[in-house]
């Protein structure tokens, strides 16, 4: 077996954890420099970064032994002992961040704190996406075909067998979605976060739905349920803050309803059907876009009011 598929089929945790250290200390910079230049104070960025990274390891370790554990006092027992770096949730780590920002905001009445988290964040999940590869985690389907069998498009398995990388899927979503916010007309826009879930969880409740390991509950993944409930936040926060277009508005939800209706029963077809899964993921494609264009285009509506009031808010 060549070096790097005996590399990379085996576990390098402390790689990871170099990665993800390294790569929070660089993202943590971009956003103390982003949020100076918004006008935020230094204790306001520290406390934000402080609170989210806090919250954002306690969500994380909780998120998953909820799923896996279940058990109140088993989970207890085991909070503070994982005995291994994928024990964790990485959607949970994403809400508890998100929740240190909001926090911080508050506390120091700090407006445009979470503008400026938004890049930097979506820098951070693509980098923790790609130090993914040390673990190795993040792997979905076989590939058969000889030719997709290179790292790092694919993963191998120890046996010498290749899996599709999805982590490499995210990073680049993530990476994608950072180059359109930071090359968009009006950045940075007083919509950045807003943009930046919707761009990230638009893409991400496709993408779980490709991991072959992924926190679950019979066929429903929870990391794809938290990216439906977020976008539909953002529905929720765009209609209290729009005055006009409720009516556009209205119908934006009840669309976007629809479609979680049919990315749930995709999901069970998936789980339970014996369609080929190619079918199913392809007709999943348009339907990823129609939430997208769903969601952005009431993020799209909030920008353009804000930037009419000359406003910036988070």
């Known amino acids: 077996m060549p070096d790097i598929e005996l590399f990379f089929s085996t576990p390098h945790p402390d790689y990871y954890l170099i990665a993800l250290g390294v790569s929070a200390l660089l993202c943590a910079l971009w956003f103390v420099r982003r949020a100076a230049k918004k006008g935020v104070s230094l204790a306001a960025s520290l406390t934000a970064l402080g609170l989210g990274a806090l919250l954002g390891a306690l969500a994380a370790r909780a998120l998953y032994l909820l799923v896996e554990v279940g058990d109140t006092q088993l989970m207890a027992e085991m909070f503070f002992v994982p005995e291994d770096v994928r024990e964790f949730g990485f959607a949970g780590a994403l809400l508890g961040m998100l929740l240190g920002g909001c926090l911080a905001e508050k506390m120091f009445k700090a407006k445009g704190l979470l503008n400026a988290l938004a890049a930097p964040g979506l820098m951070m999940i693509a980098l923790a996406r790609l130090a993914e590869c040390f673990v190795p985690f993040g792997s979905g389907k076989y590939m058969e075909a000889g030719a997709l069998q290179f790292f790092p498009l694919s993963m191998p398995d120890g046996y010498g067998e290749w899996m599709l990388s999805v982590w490499l899927l995210e990073a680049l979503w993530a990476l994608g979605s950072l180059f359109y916010l930071l090359k968009r007309k009006n950045a940075p826009s007083p919509a950045d976060m807003l943009l930046a879930l919707t761009l990230y969880h638009g893409g991400q ?19 794809q349920l938290l990216a439906a409930v977020m976008l539909f936040l953002v529905l929720l926060r765009c209609a209290g803050q729009l005055r006009e277009r409720k009516n556009d508005l209205g119908k934006r939800i009840g669309m976007y309803l629809v479609c979680v209706a ?26 990823t876009l129609f939430v997208l ?14 930037l009419a009031s000359g406003k910036e808010e988070s």
Not at 269 to 286: N, S
Not at 293 to 306: D, P, S, Y
């Open 205 to 223: 409740i496709y993408l779980e739905s490709l991991r072959a390991e992924s926190l679950s509950y019979g066929f429903i993944r929870v990391s």
């Open 293 to 306: 264009w769903t969601v952005l285009g009431a993020v799209f509506a909030v920008e353009k009011q804000r």
């Open 262 to 287: 049919l990315y749930i029963a995709a999901e069970f077809a998936l789980d339970r059907l014996t369609w080929p899964d190619i079918i199913v993921r392809l007709l999943m494609v348009p339907l």
